[in-house]
């Protein structure tokens, strides 16, 4: 197959781990006789530097044309006091809109090899942890009008959520569609003792639970699903739920792993075309050291195989790499153990591209 990735490296330790994730497409490409073609575009602080802005609008149509979107992180202190509408960020909200990328899918795996860096004890996280969470990331609260008034003598302010039930149908497919490809258990997280956006979000998952009987599916008020990923993680396979629930329950996850660098994320449109990124950011404490975890970056070209160009024996070929060096002991230091061997970025890099 070809097919073409638009490389969006970023600031601060971006560049170095892109180019670790590339490695290791450059192998699967051989192995798995496909051709990737790259376009590198500049994105965030270096954009800026160049021209300007966080992303130019050629930038832009170049990864409307892609068949998807690799990206490192953006930011740094450099660009810390630009005015807020070119900030490095915003290139990323723009993307995100220009692309229609409505579904976030953040898979939270602790690899069994790395349970002791999990801050939950180990008979909790049992022989590791797997779940993955499809978050709705265009709608809800962050979208919703909002304002701020004076109402008798003092300020008031006011967020709206809104969802129309084809919005929460959209999200439920992917969630189901995935659930699908996993272990064929979903649980939709919502406050619908108290919202009727929730109320509206349980009736349409309800009505597609009907058309997936095959989906063991159940319904989780989010204040239980926050205590249930700290007190019993491995009961979840996947979570969907809206926007600024998955907004936290996603970061809350991420933390039952140890370490951030481990971490990859898709998100989706209503085509194959997705951006897949680590949910980290661009580190700039260790940029430019050769020192950074590439394998969350690593895992998300992984996403993109599986999700963007329905490669899953590829992406399960990367995945398998990865749990093969870190059984041989080899780590970065942000998730080293005594005993083991102290790897760099592009060791690491090295490592898993050999093994594939
Ligand atoms: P960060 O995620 O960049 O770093 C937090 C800590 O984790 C740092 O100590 C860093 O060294 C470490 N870390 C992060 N990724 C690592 C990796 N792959 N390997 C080893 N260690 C790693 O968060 P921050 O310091 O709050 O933010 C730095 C910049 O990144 C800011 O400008 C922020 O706005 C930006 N940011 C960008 C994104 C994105 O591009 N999607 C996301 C979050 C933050």
């Not at 073609?37 to 409307?64: A, N, R, W």
């Not at 590439?294 to 070209?301: F, K, V, Y």
Request: proline letters at 4%.
């Amino acid at each position: 197959m070809n097919k073409k990735i638009t490389v969006l490296a970023g600031d601060g330790i971006g560049p170095e781990i892109v180019a670790e994730a590339i490695k290791v497409l450059d192998k699967i490409e051989k192995k798995f006789g496909h051709k990737f073609e790259y376009t590198y575009v500049d994105i965030g602080g270096c954009s800026i530097d160049k021209y300007g802005v966080p992303i130019t609008e050629e930038g832009m149509q170049l990864c409307k044309q892609s068949d998807s979107v690799l990206l490192g992180a953006v930011g740094g202190p450099k660009w810390d006091n630009c005015p807020p509408a070119i900030r490095p960020e915003k290139a990323l909200l723009a993307v995100r809109k220009e692309l229609g990328l409505f579904a976030n899918l953040r898979p939270t795996k602790l690899f069994a090899q790395l349970a002791d860096s999990s801050p939950l004890k180990k008979e909790i996280v049992g022989n590791g942890i797997d779940l993955l969470i499809v978050r709705e990331l265009t709608g809800g609260v962050y979208f919703g009008p909002k304002k701020t008034e004076e109402i008798d003598g003092e300020l008031v302010a006011t967020d709206i959520m809104p969802y129309s039930e084809h919005e929460i149908e959209r999200i439920g497919r992917v969630a189901f569609e995935t659930a699908m490809k996993r272990s064929k258990k979903l649980a939709s997280v919502d406050k619908a003792n108290v919202l009727d956006t929730s109320r509206l979000w349980r009736k349409t998952m309800h009505r597609l639970a009907e058309e997936y009987k095959e989906v063991e599916y159940s319904d989780i008020l989010v204040d239980n699903t926050a205590m249930q990923l700290i007190k019993n993680p491995t009961q979840f396979d996947v979570l969907v739920t809206e926007n600024m629930f998955g907004d936290i329950l996603s970061d809350e996850a991420s933390m039952l792993t140890g370490s951030i660098g481990m971490m990859p994320s898709a998100s989706l449109s209503s085509t194959t075309l997705g951006m897949y990124e680590p949910i980290h950011g661009s580190a700039p404490d260790i940029a430019g050291m050769n020192v950074a975890n590439p394998l969350g970056t690593i895992l998300s070209a992984a996403m993109m195989l599986r999700y963007s160009f329905d490669m899953a024996s590829e992406a399960d070929a990367i995945e398998n790499a990865v749990n093969k060096v870190l059984d041989d002991g080899y780590r970065t230091g942000d998730i080293m153990q005594a005993g083991c061997k102290k790897t760099t970025c592009s060791e690491m890099g090295d490592l898993v591209a050999k093994n594939i």
